[in-house]
């Protein structure tokens, strides 16, 4: 993939996320606690589910890749958002800006059907206990998260693709933290109409699809749970799926209601916002989620402590 056109800007300026100078250091020591909250609890948790032979299970498979995808999606986007606070001008090439994007849109796809996908695993866990071992083989699972990533690249190639055949000729100046989608579109000077069309149909095909299929398993999940008598088994059936509930409520809710500011007129600025919640908020809170309440990575965490220690 070329990462080159005819246009005559070479170089983009990130205004960052906000220009009121007295939040700017503030804000930096802010996103710097974020950022290192972000990537510790996520290398742990990789480490924790790496090193512990009972979490190699395809539940923990799947937090393993989550977390390796928001550590990825971290290092993409927050570094350049620091450099906005510290830095006059926060400069940025046109290929590292569509590489950004590239990536960007790569990790944010490969999410949304890695949480897809882990909906699918507690659905068979609850629905088919007995037959969960078969179901959810080390290859189905290899499979389905190879499928995440592979759609993931896929969706980034196009998004990318499109916004390299745009001519950029007058303001380099991005009204936003990060190179995203609209605020790339609102810089062009030539016509936008077939990637905005291209943009809506890949966010919509991706959304409902996911959506969808989380539904189903929920629904179905739901199902067998009101058929369960006991308290103990309500009680497991929810808190093994409380976590994942809660992680694709914060990605989807807050995603979502950043494309729909972001594709309003005028609203970039606010589309910025809320693209923090699921760009810094989400992948941090995410190791919180999946570790605070859950004894397996307790244990875990006990046993390589003990390690390290002796």
Partial sequence: MAMKNDSSVTEFILVGFT???QLQFPLFFLFLLNYTVTVVGNLIL???IYLNSHLHTPMYFFIFNLSFIDLCHSLVITPKLLMSFVS???IISFAGCMAQLFFFCFFVHSECYVLTAMAYD???AICKPLRYTVTMSPQVCSLLMSGSYVMGFAGAMVHTGDMIRLFFCDS???NHY???IFPLLQLSCSSTYASELVESIIVSTVVIISSFIIFVSYVLILSNILHISSAQGWS???STCGSHIITVALFYGSGLFT???ASSDGSVGQGKFFSVFYTNIVPMLNPFIYSLRNKDIKLALKKTLKRIIN
């Fill in 19 to 21: 220009d009121h100078v």
């Fill in 46 to 48: 990789i480490n924790l």
């Fill in 88 to 90: 006059e001008k926060n």
């Fill in 122 to 124: 507690r659905c068979v």
């Fill in 172 to 174: 380099n100046i991005i």
């Fill in 178 to 180: 990060m190179c995203d």
């Fill in 236 to 238: 497991k059936a929810f």
């Fill in 259 to 261: 494309h729909l500011k």
